[in-house]
């Protein structure tokens, strides 16, 4: 891996930092990826505030016996990052066997070409390793109803702008409130050997 690579407070500061700047992560600058990055500072703060995790899921981290490391791949600017990351660092840190790495997309091309999805760069990407470097799961980018959106807006847009789209897929985020995420996480789960 190359350059950074955050805890998720770390990665909560540096963006703050950027927002202070109106800047965003990567070499693409503009005052839409900046704005991007400030809402989804917003969205961070908001889950990390708010968001519960299921007692199934609690139960079935907290049986994890072997140490796992969470590496998401991300960036500041993307917003189904913003309502999962948070939500994925809660499940980190309801367990004592898993360390959660965030790094950049950008910084790690070899890395995200390992992980495409449909052949495209999507983010946020989570890969769980073991001690020895073994992938056990890969999550992401986002929960399958969203994917499903996305996915049905591409197909058939009607007329529906990318801006149009975008607040109708957050307004799932926001009425979903992390159960569906939750829940992929549940199955992932008990598929496991803990």
Same mark, same amino acid.
């Given at each position: ?15 703050? *930092?950027?927002?202070?700047?109106? %800047?965003?992560? =990567? ?5 839409? !990826?900046?704005?991007? +990055? ?7 703060? &908001? $889950? ?12 079935? $981290? ?8 969470? @590496? ?6 993307? =917003? ?9 660092? &809660? #499940? ?7 360390? $959660?790495?965030?790094? @950049?997309?950008? /910084?790690?091309? *070899? !890395?995200?070409?390992?992980?495409? +999805? ?7 990407? !989570? ?10 799961? +890969?999550?992401?980018? &986002?929960? *399958?109803?969203?994917? %499903?959106?996305? #996915? ?10 990318? /801006? ?12 979903? %409130?992390?159960?569906?995420?939750? =829940? /992929?996480?549940?199955?992932?789960? /008990?598929?496991?050997?803990?």
């Amino acid at each position: 891996m190359n350059k950074s690579i955050f805890t998720y407070e770390e990665f909560y500061e540096w963006i703050l *930092e950027l927002v202070l700047a109106e %800047k965003t992560s =990567g070499s693409s600058q503009s005052p839409a !990826l900046a704005n991007f +990055t400030a809402l989804n500072a917003k969205r961070m703060s &908001r $889950l990390s505030k708010t968001v519960i995790l299921q007692p199934e899921l609690m139960s079935l $981290l907290q049986e994890i016996t072997e140490l796992q490391e969470w @590496l998401v791949i991300t960036e500041a600017w993307c =917003g189904d990052s913003a309502q999962s990351l948070p939500v994925i660092a &809660r #499940m980190a840190a309801a367990s004592d066997n898993i360390n $959660l790495k965030i790094v @950049l997309r950008e /910084e790690n091309p *070899e !890395l995200m070409d390992q992980y495409l +999805t449909n052949g495209s760069k999507s983010i946020p990407k !989570l890969v769980s390793f073991d001690q020895s470097g073994n992938e056990i799961f +890969t999550w992401g980018p &986002r929960p *399958e109803p969203a994917q %499903k959106i996305l #996915m049905d807006w591409k197909r058939e847009p009607a007329g529906r702008s990318w /801006e149009i789209f975008e607040k109708e897929l957050h307004t799932w985020y926001a009425l979903d %409130k992390s159960v569906s995420l939750q =829940g /992929e996480f549940v199955q992932i789960l /008990e598929k496991q050997e803990v």
